[in-house]
């Protein structure tokens, strides 16, 4: 039987910036094991994570895109709000080092008439207790759908300093028509970088001066969304799958 393997994170990428030698050996051996199943394609999200996965397992794979529901696709930015958001699942330690860094080294030096929206399940009952001592902070938990929130923000914000593969929030994000502001890592894996929506940087410095100044029209941020969702569109694997010359 033909099998699709869809590759999210290729796990060895991870396990290089974490854990210990022991710990790549056994992810190693385990990702190579379920590479190599018979008569299978493998689909992965980026070129790089298809690069990693010719150079350490010798596999052939084929980028794709992931779903993007209908809720991000209608969400068109109507009316700016002072506000930025900070969008993910907090029980994982990625976000919340992330989130934690920027109170200690950003939230300060904000301009305290832009709010900070915080959007997501998993936040501890001791940081949703310190982040209420904040008059321009909300901590909203779950949003059944809060892409129409992001589409008529400033901002995302997503500083990750660990992770592998490409990120689902920003990826969403930018299909909203809304500029992230993030680490190299919440970049990784992304094509046809638009440096006036993807604002890479690590340095605290930047997010502050990025958060206080930046101006972006709606008309140019609805350009940017329609461009954006044509381009990644362009990988959709049901058309990777059924070109003929796709897959050999």
């Known amino acids: 039987m033909n099998k699709i393997l869809m590759s999210h994170d290729v796990m060895v990428q991870r396990f290089s910036r974490i854990g210990t030698a022991l710990n790549r050996k056994w992810v190693i051996a385990s990702e190579k094991k379920v590479f190599s199943f018979p008569n299978s394609t493998i689909f992965t999200f980026s070129k790089k994570d298809m690069a990693i996965i010719e150079n350490v397992y010798h596999k052939q794979s084929f980028v ?24 993910g699942k907090w029980s994982r330690a990625d976000n919340t080092v992330g ?8 939230f300060a030096y904000v301009d305290k008439s832009i ?13 949703i207790k310190k982040l209420k001592e904040y008059k321009n902070v909300e901590y909203k938990g779950f949003v059944e759908n809060p892409y129409q929130m992001i589409a008529d923000s400033l901002l995302v914000i997503s500083p990750l300093f660990s992770g592998a593969g490409v990120k689902v929030k920003v990826v ?3 299909a909203c028509g809304t500029p992230v502001l993030g680490t190299p890592i919440a970049f990784e894996g992304l094509d046809r970088k638009d440096e006036k929506f993807m604002l890479e940087t690590e340095a605290p410095e930047d997010y502050i001066h990025s958060i206080n100044s930046l101006n972006i029209s709606l008309d140019d941020r609805i350009h940017f969304k329609r461009s954006f969702l044509r381009n990644y569109n362009e990988c959709s694997i049901v058309n990777l799958i059924l070109s003929k010359n796709s897959i050999s």
Do not use: H, M, Y
Request: hydrophobic share 55%.
């Open 172 to 174: 969403e994000s930018l």
């Open 99 to 106: 989130l934690q860094w920027f109170f200690e080294r950003v």
């Open 64 to 87: 794709t895109n992931f779903f993007l529901d209908a809720d991000v696709i209608n969400a068109v930015p109507r009316k700016l709000g002072k506000q930025i958001i900070f969008f």
């Open 115 to 127: 709010k900070v929206v915080i959007i997501g399940t998993g936040l501890s009952v001791q940081v």
